[in-house]
């Protein structure tokens, strides 16, 4: 058993994210135990649940119908937003190969001269 201190230490979050995490009803707020509310294993593991969620992009609204479908055993609606999340990933990365390609290529018009304005920052200023 820990403090929401400990608990915010150990899941690598401020205490004040615990605070709101519980607001949201994302986590559970525990009765007092002899004046200080007492989390255990099962809130560290809620926790870096929601912040595992969070890393690949889930919104706290997502994670909440992620903790609902979890007790109700949903996994079709998990999965659907699992590969909602996946599309969203997709298109990110072809965004960003998109933006590669363009910037290698301007790299690449840079090296083929010294003379003249440098294509990469000509490019940008035209932006």
Do not use: N
């Not at 099962?42 to 912040?51: N, P, Q, S, T």
């Not at 949903?74 to 933006?99: C, E, P, T």
């Amino acid at each position: 058993m820990m403090t929401i201190g400990g608990l915010a230490a150990a899941g690598g979050v401020g205490v004040e994210t615990i605070r709101y995490y519980q607001r949201r009803d994302l986590m559970k707020t525990p009765p007092r135990d002899g004046g200080a509310r007492r989390y255990g294993a099962e809130d560290l593991r809620r926790l870096l649940f929601i912040r595992h969620a969070q890393a690949v992009g889930f919104s706290l609204d997502e994670i909440s119908e992620l903790i609902a479908l979890d007790a109700s055993r949903d996994r079709s609606r998990a999965r659907d937003l699992a590969r909602a999340r996946i599309a969203v990933f997709d298109a990110k990365i072809a965004d960003l190969m998109a933006a590669r390609s363009a910037l290698q290529r301007l790299a690449d018009d840079c090296a083929l001269s010294d003379k003249g304005p440098c294509p990469i920052i000509a490019a940008f200023e035209a932006a």
